[in-house]
């Protein structure tokens, strides 16, 4: 950790290269992505067993690492879905995420000073990413008006019966995640008096929060996900659209290309410290 008067910056470097040593991977050539864009996983794939203990251990360990490093967290997060029977691609993509870190060991997040500290966040899904039971990925990430400070990359409960569904869940949970950051702020001296803005790509999950007369196709629904027009119309929470290509928890939820990533870690606050 590096601090100053006006900015913090939280890395791992250290824990990163303990993790190379400990699994023979320090010095690597490194990969500009931690995860092959398009390569899906699935859980039989006929490549053969590998050690369970010892995949378990990886991916516990960058379970640890992306406490500062979310561009790992999707990689991390599918990995793990495949901890009970990991195969030998399983096993290798793993340690395509371990290259990637080989390139990236300076890299942590930047905390800037601010006078007000305005809670946002994006939120989004993939559609149908699970080829082994069609299920969708849920991302969001939160910001108080620097670095990121709270994310997750995580496998939806449901089979989304369409992509307005798929995102009006993960709506659900960033909004969840929203409500209950409120009030761990309003404990700390530090009330939202405005409405969390959640940035979405999808115009039709931000159609359902806002108009609840006309949702005869919707039913199908889980009532539980309704809450997110409850916290629309309390004030808590607002929606509003971003475009596709500025959608920050895209890296939440599938392998994007190097160029969208380096971009995306850019607006994640994720780089290098830079001498002054």
């Not at 989004?124 to 400070?149: E, K, N, Q």
Request: aromatic share 10%.
């Amino acid at each position: 950790m590096h601090q100053i008067e006006v900015e913090i910056f939280m890395c791992q470097k250290k824990y990163g290269e303990t993790i190379l040593k400990k699994f023979k991977m320090y010095g690597c050539k490194s990969v500009g992505t931690p995860l092959v864009v398009d390569q899906k996983l699935i859980r039989e794939d006929g490549s053969g067993d590998v050690n369970a203990s010892l995949f378990r251990s990886l991916v516990g360990s960058l379970l640890y690492l992306s406490a500062t490093r979310p561009d790992i967290m999707y990689a991390t997060s599918l990995l793990s879905r495949f901890m009970h029977k990991p195969s030998r691609i399983h096993y290798g993509a793993a340690k395509r995420v371990l290259r990637y870190i080989q390139g990236t060991l300076d890299f942590g997040i930047m905390y800037k000073k601010n006078e007000k500290l305005q809670l946002s966040g994006f939120c989004d899904s993939d559609w149908a990413g699970s080829v082994d039971d069609m299920r969708s990925t849920s991302g969001y990430a939160f910001s108080l008006g620097s670095g990121m400070f709270s994310w997750a990359s995580k496998k939806q409960q449901t089979v989304a019966q369409s992509s307005a569904e798929a995102e009006y869940v993960a709506a659900a949970v960033a909004t969840s995640q929203a409500i209950w950051l409120r009030r761990i702020l309003g404990d700390m001296g530090e009330e939202q008096a405005e409405a969390t803005t959640l940035l979405c790509d999808n115009k039709s999950a931000i159609a359902m929060t806002k108009n609840p007369g006309n949702h005869c196709r919707t039913k199908h629904i889980n009532i539980k996900y309704h809450f997110v027009r409850e916290a629309v119309e309390n004030g808590e929470v607002q929606f509003q659209f971003c475009k596709t290509e500025d959608q920050v928890a895209d890296v939440f939820t599938k392998a994007i290309p190097k160029e969208r990533l380096d971009y995306f870690r850019l607006k994640l606050a994720i780089d290098a410290l830079k001498e002054k």
